[in-house]
């Protein structure tokens, strides 16, 4: 069974930072576009970043030059790495991502669990 298992959230105050994690686990080939979502109570769920196979990033104007979306194919695992944090930060965050396991099945938009961060003093 294949999995995506974000890690990382938790409490920190206003102007801090914090690095999520969304590792694959089972039998990965690789991971594909990745994208980090967010959801603040009430509110929709909202793309934060994103980052290809390749490398090339975009992110919500919300985050930009704060947040930054990074990768490692060996350990089929993205990153965002979240500073100058915002109390309209908070919100579950969720990694989101197309796979393809070591027999060559594909399987395309895959949510983790979510993770909390909660930006508080």
């Known amino acids: 069974q294949v999995q995506l298992v974000e890690s990382g959230g938790g409490l920190v105050q206003p102007g801090g930072s914090l690095r999520l994690s969304c590792a694959a686990s089972?039998?990965?080939?690789?991971?594909?576009?990745t994208g980090w979502y967010r959801q603040a109570p009430g509110k929709q769920r909202e793309l934060v970043a994103s980052?290809?196979?390749?490398?090339?990033?975009n992110y919500a104007d919300s985050v930009k030059g704060r947040f930054t979306v990074s990768r490692d194919n060996a350990k089929n695992t993205v990153y965002l790495q979240m500073n100058s944090l915002k109390p309209e930060d908070t919100a579950v965050y969720y990694c989101?991502?197309?796979?393809?396991?070591?027999?060559?099945?594909?399987?395309?938009?895959?949510w983790g669990q979510g993770t909390q961060v909660t930006v508080s003093s």
């Open positions: 980052i290809t196979r390749g490398g090339s990033t």
């Open positions: 089972g039998s990965i080939f690789g991971l594909y576009t």
């Open positions: 989101n991502a197309d796979l393809m396991t070591n027999n060559g099945s594909y399987y395309v938009d895959c």
